[in-house]
């Protein structure tokens, strides 16, 4: 079991500012991690050190460059990553994972009782049937980490977002560079390089959907 101390080690070349509660519930999240995935398949990464820097701190990272509030969706939400850690890091969010797997969502049911968070909604939906099926116009942000099928999925995130929201997707630097060619009315703000490896990119609907 990692310390407090050594999180803040791994995590320190990211500049995060993150207080002792926050800190407290990595570490729980981070133990919880290391039982379930003996068990079910949340994460190809298993040691605790490469989950810190890799998951929390690739996550945690878009904090440096803006802040979240209001509803986030988190598509594919699988071990959490990056929805709960953006929790952690914006506790004052409402969050809605989108999760179809039941086993992994009986997991991030279990984070955040554990980690005592409020206003976090666990949804067993693809990201087209609850496109069809939630409120047009609702949500401030749609994150998704490791995606397949790009367009498809910026295109339906799109229909969910507010008119000022916006979408923020961990990609490889090879699915970042087709991002200006996809038609699907986002205006893409220049990507931001992860410390170890891939983007995060982030851009707004310039158009209805």
């Known amino acids: ?46 040691e605790p050190e490469a989950c810190v820097t890799r998951h929390f701190g690739e996550s945690l990272y878009l904090a440096r460059s803006m802040e979240l509030e209001g509803r ?10 990056p929805g709960l850690a953006l929790k952690i890091e914006f506790p004052a969010l409402a969050v809605t994972l989108l999760e179809p797997i039941a086993k992994k969502r009986a ?58 929201g916006r979408i923020v997707l961990w990609l490889s630097e090879k699915q970042a560079s087709r991002l200006p060619a996809m038609e ?7 990507p931001i390089p992860l410390p170890h490896h891939g983007v995060i990119c982030c851009g707004r609907p310039e158009c209805s959907t």
């Open 1 to 46: 079991m990692l310390t407090e101390a050594r999180v803040r080690e791994l995590l320190f070349p990211l500049e995060l500012n993150l207080t002792p509660t926050q800190v407290g519930r990595i570490l729980t999240y981070l133990d919880l991690l290391e039982r379930w995935n003996r068990k079910i398949n949340l994460t190809a990464v298993r």
């Open 107 to 164: 997991f991030l049911k279990e984070v955040v009782r554990a980690c005592e968070m409020k206003m976090v909604e666990v949804v067993g939906d693809r990201l087209e049937d609850f496109a069809r099926r939630s409120p047009p116009a609702f949500f401030d942000t749609a994150t998704a980490r490791a995606v397949g099928g790009l367009e498809d999925l910026v295109s339906l995130a799109s229909r969910c977002l507010k008119p000022s």
């Open 72 to 81: 986030l969706l988190d598509i594919g939400s699988g071990a959490g990553f």
């Open 184 to 190: 699907s009315c986002i205006a893409w703000d220049p």
